[in-house]
Structures are given as structure tokens and as C-alpha cells.
């Protein structure tokens, strides 16, 4: 997936600002474009691990739901993803970059037709799927366990940055 991703120092910036020293963790240089992967992944192990077949998740911009569907493929599961129908129309290249991987994208027709509705529509998939799929939420926010598993899943960047740093500076 591109780990780890590389800090670079923005030499130029910090000159401007003055008294700092700015560095940046590149995690737009993972293979699906953003830190998204990182959990996605993790998820997708997991549900191999525990012998689920598919991962069901929402997405709004679409980068989590390309993220997922790259996991998906990679472990061989399948994925379906709750877009709304709004979403859908702003976002197509990425609703293409998710089919192309294998997903079935769920457009989400009812409310405002946003990632709201799309959320609720991926839950009550998985409240009907539970027995062979997992849900993979997007954010570190609703029910636990998924806010600690996105949380320990994408720590690690702030591992890497860390041994990074301390390789650059001493």
C-alpha cells in the first residue's frame, strides 16, 4: 500500500512563516490517493480473519469507498457501498474507480440524498448482514467498536512519522 509514506519538509514555508519548521506526512502518496487505505486494510484483514465475506461502508466524496473496495479486492471479499444519489453524480470518477474494483455502489434515492442517508442505508445493510459481512465505518465516530478500530488503524502514520522525525532531525 505504499508504507511508509514519506515526511517531507517544507524548507520554503517555513522560511516564510518564520520561527517553525514545517514537515508534512504524505499520506496522499498511498495508492488510493489518501490516508483512507490505512484503516480500510485493517478492516478487510479483519474480516478475513474472522471469516466474514463481505465489507458494507458508506461513502460521501468516495475516497473511503475506493479505499475499501481496493481492500476488498486485495483480500478477495466482497464490498458494497451506499453512496448518495447526490454524492454519486458529484463524485462519478471515483462511483468508476469502485466498480472497476469489484464494488456494488448502493445509490441511496431517499432524504437528501447525501452521505447522511447513505450511512443509515449501510448500517441497516449490515444490521441484515451481520452473519457474513462487516461494517466498515469511514470516521472515527458511532457505536464501539469502530471508532477505536479506525483509530488503531490509522496510528500508523503517527508511528512512522514519529520514527521518520527523529531520523531527519536527530
Avoid: W
Avoid at 522560511?15 to 496522499?28: F, M, P, S, T, V
Amino acid at each position: 500500500q505504499g508504507r511508509p509514506t514519506p515526511v517531507y519538509h517544507c524548507e520554503r514555508l517555513s522560511r516564510a512563516i518564520g520561527n517553525c519548521q514545517i514537515y508534512l506526512k504524505r499520506e496522499d502518496l498511498n495508492h488510493t490517493g489518501a490516508h483512507k487505505l490505512n484503516h480500510c486494510m485493517g478492516e478487510g484483514l479483519l474480516a478475513k480473519f474472522i471469516g466474514k465475506k463481505r465489507l458494507i461502508a458508506e461513502t460521501g466524496a468516495g475516497q473511503h469507498g475506493v479505499a475499501l473496495a481496493t481492500a476488498a479486492a486485495f483480500f478477495g471479499l466482497e464490498c458494497e457501498i451506499h453512496m448518495g444519489e447526490v454524492d454519486i453524480a458529484k463524485q462519478a470518477p471515483n462511483v468508476t474507480r469502485m466498480k472497476i474494483l469489484g464494488a456494488k455502489v448502493v445509490p441511496v434515492t431517499h432524504g437528501l440524498k447525501t452521505l447522511k442517508e447513505a450511512v443509515d442505508s449501510a448500517f441497516d445493510s449490515y444490521a441484515k448482514n451481520y452473519k457474513d459481512s462487516i461494517y466498515c465505518i469511514g470516521s472515527a465516530l458511532g457505536p464501539h467498536p469502530f471508532p477505536l478500530m479506525v483509530r488503531d488503524f490509522q496510528a500508523v502514520v503517527g508511528y512512522e512519522a514519529k520514527d521518520q522525525f527523529k531520523e531527519m532531525t536527530g
